[in-house]
């Protein structure tokens, strides 16, 4: 479980790092994308920011309990 954890907290400081640099430079971020911005960086790096961090959230909630 705490494998998991640590990924997750990796993960999202990985995309919050991207969502930053994406704010600034969309095309650098989104390069696979034909159009490049800010939108699309915020839905996509900002989605998996706060996926990640939900979810080691809850996994910490639920390690707390047992």
Same mark, same amino acid.
């Given at each position: ?25 969309? =095309?650098? /971020? &989104?390069?696979?994308? @034909? %159009? *490049? ?18 979810? =080691?959230? /809850? &996994?910490?909630?639920? @390690? %707390? *309990?047992?």
């Amino acid at each position: 479980m705490e494998f998991i954890q640590q990924v997750l907290r990796y993960l999202a400081v990985v995309a919050a790092f991207l969502l930053v640099v994406g704010l600034y430079k969309p =095309w650098v /971020v &989104l390069w696979w994308e @034909d %159009k *490049q911005n800010r939108k699309k960086v915020i839905r996509l790096y900002g989605g998996v920011t706060g996926f990640a961090l939900l979810s =080691w959230w /809850v &996994l910490n909630i639920i @390690d %707390k *309990q047992q």
